[in-house]
């Protein structure tokens, strides 16, 4: 594992400049996952906050080579990428060692995008997809999509006089992922850096596909404070919101756990997207809320083996 | 050594792609196509190919990591019709803009609903505005002879190919075909070289920018720009493959035309019929002739408005509707290069064939026949039908 002391020697592969909002986890989260390898690396991304605000003609943030096809499909586009590198490694066309790597938002994996993921998992090709997972369609204007959490505020799942915000429970799309048998599959944050770090060194080590599910603050669309993303991450860990975990090769392993788990309140109170959820008439709500993150919570202890 | 064999389009068109033998094929089955990709398979599987293949979920996915693989600098093919090359749609349009020579065999196949599986031009005519090369194949021989040329004119062009021929009467019907030798159609299609690659690490690009109001309107133009050279190209590759092989190709086939007073118009299986038909009535004294249109893109309008506008008559058949438009793409787009051209021709226009009706002998003599009208009376206001039960 790369200790930090040689982490800050490596050169950043994204550049400033790009316009992203301030207190957006999605570029945190590039940065890292660039600085985890000493590989050369090619990227795909689907559309979504970070392509967009990346690469506006005739302007791009990316040192590394770089393609966006379309929204749903980054899975199937580096699958293409892979194949051509196979062929033209074996064809002694390409001598380098090259790591494949995808991005896309929750919108472009688990919703749009959840058929060519699957497919890429099932055939297996060798790259690392990463979900910046800001639960739900920010870059068009902060849209519901599968990852937005039960209750959750967006425009078209909004807190109106019958419904309060989305109805739905979130898709669990790292169980998912793991129940293709990925070799290697993770739940990280853009706030805890080490941990995000030390996954994604990882998984560019192991052979096959691997996917790592990054929760990433959007201060827009969560409405909350864009200087505390990495606070707002750390609570969403220790309300076990948002767990971090890994598993290897089928084993599960928990990469962090709460001294103290904190009650859901505590990670909800620094959003506006779920202000109407702590009201005093909507007990019942958090409360729905609360023993959803505690039956998921539950379930995964007892996967890690620390039930 | 070239063989002459007795295949069906389909596999005539899997042997091609395995003589070929691209870096990456990504592919998924849909009738009338699937034994291109159950060939190619089997090539795959036996070891005769050195092809990466991916069997990918779906058309859609099909056609972007053919994107994914032919950005890396690999050279890939792909096949499909209908609903699948409907699926792919946005991939289609992303595939030529981006300027990558994928290749793409497709067995024309009826577009849904209702859901049919037999042929119609309903499907490539569709995507008729993406910007791909599209080359219309007669029979086995062309569905065979297109392939080989189409890499070479795609990755001249910068332009991705369609290589289409008929659902079912070219696909599946089994015809004599010339099968080129091996290292003759290596040599021809040659090596590629990329213009450009995502595995370039020491000129890293970003491919797909966000293009707003005030860039993408120029990038557009520049890609309209690419049309004379295809033409070009067609022209160029089609005149080399006879060099090579005997058969010669170019961007029309006019078939007893010079001094033709009735011409029909076609595409794909229809104009071989047409032939036929052209030939029987000439030994009764008719001065018939056949245009077959062979590249619909880039529209060799001059070519078409040259060879037509000395005619009588002429009749236009489409094998797919515009709906909403009085005539369909092939007679829309032929009249209107006639226009330019300031020919005063009477066209009429036909509509045939649809979903697999079958056109046959009878109807096409009926197509002379009213032409012989048509000549002293003008065209029709209306499209008329082959083969239609009223």
Known sequence: MATIKELVKREDRITGGHRLCGGCGAPIIVRHILLATESPVVTTCATGCLEVATTIYPYTAWKVPWIHSAFENAAATISGMVAAYRALKRAGKVSQDIKFLAFGGDGGTYDIGIQALSGALERGHDFLYVCYNNEAYMNTGVQRSGATPLHGATTTSPVGSVIPGKPQNRKNLTEIVAAHDAPYVAQASAGNFRDLNKKAEKAFAIEGPCFINVLSPCPLGWICDSSKTVEICKLAADTCFWPLYEVEHGEYRLTYKPREKKPVEEYLKTQGRFRHILRDESKKLLQELQDEVDRQWERLLKKCGEA | MPQLLALEGNEAVAQAMRQIDP????????????????????????????????????????????????????????????????????????????????????????????????????????????????????????????????????????????????????????????????????????????????????????????????????????????????????????????????RSYGLVEPFMLEDADLALVALGSTAGTAKDIAAQLRRDGRKTGVLKIRAFRPFPGDEIADALSRRKAVAVLDRSATFGAPFGPVYTEVTSALYRAGAHVPVAGYLYGLGGREVRPEHLVKVFDDLDEVASVGAPAETRFLGLRE
């Not at chain 2, 058309?59 to 053919?66: K, T, Y």
């Not at chain 2, 696909?171 to 213009?195: C, I, M, N, W």
């Not at chain 2, 595995?199 to 797909?208: K, Q, S, V």
Request: net charge negative.
């Open chain 2, 23 to 246: 870096d990456v094929v990504a592919a998924y089955p849909i009738t009338p196509q699937t034994e291109v990709v159950q060939k190619f398979s089997e090539f795959v599987h036996n070891g005769e190919v050195k092809t990466e293949y991916v069997p990918v979920e779906s058309e859609h996915s099909a056609l972007s990591a053919c994107i994914g693989a032919a950005a890396a600098g690999a050279r890939v093919m792909t096949a499909t019709c209908a609903n699948g090359l409907a699926l792919m749609w946005e991939m289609v349009y992303i595939a030529a803009s981006l300027r990558l020579p994928v290749v793409m065999s497709i067995a024309n196949r009826a577009l849904s609903g209702n859901i049919n599986i037999h042929c119609d031009h309903s499907d490539s005519m569709g995507c008729r505005d993406a910007g791909w090369i599209q080359l219309y194949g007669e029979d086995a021989q062309e569905a065979y002879d297109n392939l080989i040329q189409a890499v070479r004119i795609a990755e001249a062009s910068r332009l991705p190919v369609m290589n289409c021929y008929d659902g079912f009467f070219v696909s599946h019907a089994v015809e004599g075909v010339q099968l080129e030798d091996d290292e003759a159609v290596k040599r021809f299609v040659g090596e590629y070289t990329p213009a450009y690659s995502l595995l370039d690490l020491d000129h890293p690009i970003t491919i797909g920018p966000l293009d707003l109001q005030d860039f993408y309107f120029e990038h557009k133009r520049t890609e309209l720009e690419a049309y004379g050279p295809a033409r070009q190209n067609i022209i160029e590759v089609g005149k080399q493959f006879g060099e090579a092989f005997g």
